[in-house]
């Protein structure tokens, strides 16, 4: 699957795209299929997003999952610090980035 | 330490309202991230992994307690409570929200910081010996140099756009504590027959080609240090390619010129440059070194040092060097504590090195490049009482220059540009080396990672470095043995096929204990490698 991601404009936090609009959690995140490029013209247009891009990802029972180790740190936080993590009380969260 | 006149304090107010009003078009609509991308660069605003980030300059690595208290309150309101100290002597700030930096940038504004110049493609901040005022073996202060510089590069209209970043350092010692020869510009202040000047050194630097820097110019008079560094910039800026990014630094122009065409050209400009009236007068010199002038150091402090303390003594031993004053010291804080993240500190943390700079060491504090922090002017007397707040606080880590004191970029855990992670490589290998005694057994020994090929973590210098490199999308580990930053500076050779992150700490020890067998008495590790050179480190890597 194809899922689109940026960062919000005023904050910086990584967003993805979830079909409707934008969430800072990957696993809202929906499949853009061809029309990635087209959503993030118009959404970056619209000041909702920032740099936005198209990457691949797996669909598992859980969500979404990144395909490359750099977009999934960046859908969870640094690995080092857990507790800056969307998940910090979550002990399996670095197996997910790993 | 300098204080701003009122021309600087305008310069920096005016750049903070500036920015204000472009943060508030670019929120609004009217400018595109396009457009609005090369101006928070030159704010020193970039959007990272998870935010923006903010790189904060702190001029040769020089900061009072009431600057350190700022960077604890920026971390603290703006950020997670914790701030980043990197190679060039700065700080970095990973979760910055766009909206909140013109507040920032107004709050470091009134204490004389800011951040500009801290990315594009201009002169970046000038770095500098961290035990400047303090060492016993410098030919004068390189500081006060180091501040003519940052007024002259500040804002340079000519120099605003180069082909690529440029980096200066200024030394003022035969010992290179600020990885001199590895900038665009390295200079190191000496005499000679009574008079002060400068090497020149031009074209070094680390990245995907790295350098060391050849010397240009035995000896620039002070007089004319200026006119002689803005004709190496014009020729630079008149011939460096801005064709090609990755051609695009001075040290390609020099490589592809020549050492001998560069420097021909040079004088032919410094000739000009000379007609200008570019250099200051000695009463402007004069001005700026006032700042920089010895504190009222105790004639009387004691030279003894109560070492009754197995675990002070050993701090002692480690972290505290000689200074030039009688009855003092330097001591150097380290920001690599077991387990910790290289260069991290909280908001807590540096308060308290501002606490205690402010008590113990004439208000002064220093970031080196390798990412810890120094009090310069520290009474020997007053050693044991700094060691124990500093235990308190996490911060007494007693491993200056050895293998847990490693320098390590942010990599892949924040880095967008990274390809693999850095710091926990440094954590496995600082837990792997953990026992004390096994560190000092191995002795000095750097060891510097970086996440790309941008060396941000100065592998190229390392003793022994690492470049995390993407394999098919996998986080892999190239070692590199035999570089220095040092006096002695030398680029590091690849040993072979790279590692997955467990294998390069494995390797690392192979390569420390093939050491420990072939060293001779008071050799360091880089002493022995270039003494028996790459194969039997490699034999012992790979078998």
Not at chain 2, 49 to 72: C, E, F, K, N, W
Request: proline share 5%; aromatic share 8%; with cysteine.
């Amino acid at each position: 699957m194809k899922i689109l991601t940026g960062n919000d404009l005023k904050t910086g936090a990584v967003t993805w795209w979830t079909g409707e609009g934008w969430s800072i959690h990957v696993e809202d995140a929906a499949d853009v299929g061809e029309h990635g490029e087209s959503i993030a013209a118009a959404e970056e247009g619209a000041r909702r997003v920032n740099a936005p891009y198209v990457i691949a990802a797996q669909a598992t029972a859980e969500g979404p999952r990144p395909a490359h180790i750099k977009d999934r740190i960046r859908a969870l936080g640094p690995t080092v610090r857990l507790d800056l993590t969307l998940k910090p009380a979550d002990p399996a969260v670095g197996e997910w980035v790993i | 330490m300098y204080k701003y006149d009122h021309y600087d304090q305008a310069i920096v107010d005016a750049r903070v309202e500036e920015f204000r009003d472009q943060v508030r078009r670019r929120i609004a609509g009217d400018m595109t991230e396009d457009q609005f991308k090369p101006l928070r660069l030159m704010n020193g605003l970039y959007l990272q992994l998870h935010a923006y980030m903010l790189r904060v300059a702190i001029p040769y690595g020089t900061l009072d307690s009431r600057q350190m208290r700022m960077l604890a309150h920026i971390a603290r309101k703006y950020d997670r409570d914790y701030g980043h100290f990197t190679t060039r002597q700065n700080i970095q700030y990973n979760w910055i929200k766009l909206e909140d930096a013109p507040d920032i940038l107004a709050d470091l504004a009134t204490v004389e910081m800011h951040a500009i110049q801290t990315s594009g493609n201009c002169i970046r901040n000038i770095s500098s010996d961290q035990y400047a005022g303090a060492a016993a073996d410098e030919v004068t202060d390189p500081r006060p140099w180091a501040e003519l510089l940052r007024q002259w590069s500040t804002f340079h209209p000519e120099f605003s756009y180069l082909p690529r970043k440029f980096k200066i350092a200024v030394i003022a010692s035969p010992t290179d504590r600020a990885a001199m020869r590895l900038h665009d510009i390295g200079i190191e202040m000496v005499e000679r027959d009574g008079q002060l000047g400068g090497r020149i050194f031009v074209g070094g630097g680390m990245g995907r080609t790295p350098m060391i820097a050849p010397e240009i110019k035995d000896f620039v008079t002070s007089a004319d240090l200026l006119s002689y560094l803005e004709a190496c910039l014009r020729v630079y800026n008149r011939h460096g390619r801005r064709d090609n990014i990755y051609k695009a630094r001075i040290k390609i122009l020099i490589h592809e010129l020549g050492a001998d065409e560069y420097r021909r050209q040079v004088e032919a400009e410094f000739a000009h440059v000379k007609t200008l009236g570019l250099d200051p007068p000695a009463a402007e010199y004069d001005r700026i070194a006032a700042f920089f002038a010895a504190p009222a150091f105790d004639a009387d402090a004691p030279d003894a040092i109560d070492r009754s303390d197995p675990d002070f003594a050993l701090w002692v031993d480690q972290n505290v060097a000689a200074h030039k004053q009688p009855g003092h010291a330097i001591v150097t804080i380290s920001l690599k504590p077991a387990g910790g993240i290289p260069g991290d500190a909280s908001s807590a943390q540096i308060d308290l090195m501002a606490d205690l700079a402010e008590r113990y060491s004439f208000d002064e504090l220093r970031v080196t490049h390798a990412q810890n922090i120094v009090l310069p002017h520290v009474r020997k007397a007053d050693l044991h009482a700094i060691w124990m707040a500093l235990a308190d606080a996490g911060l007494a880590e007693a491993n200056l220059d050895l293998i847990s004191d490693i320098i390590a970029c942010p990599g892949l855990d924040y880095c967008s540009l990274a390809n693999a992670r850095s710091i926990p490589v440094a954590q496995k290998i600082a837990a792997r080396f953990a026992s004390p005694e096994r560190q000092r057994d191995i002795g000095e020994l750097k060891l510097k990672i970086s996440g790309c090929i941008n060396a941000c973590g100065h592998h190229h210098a390392g003793h022994i470095g690492i470049l995390g490199v993407d394999r098919k999308g996998t986080e892999n580990y190239q070692l590199l043995l035999g570089g220095s930053g040092a006096e002695d500076a030398s680029l590091g050779k690849i040993t072979g096929p790279g590692f997955d992150e467990d294998g390069v700490v494995d390797a690392i020890e192979r390569t420390v204990e093939k050491y420990r067998t072939l060293r001779t008495d008071g050799e360091r590790f880089l002493d022995t490698y270039r003494r028996v050179g790459m194969d039997p480190f490699k034999e012992a890597i790979y078998g």
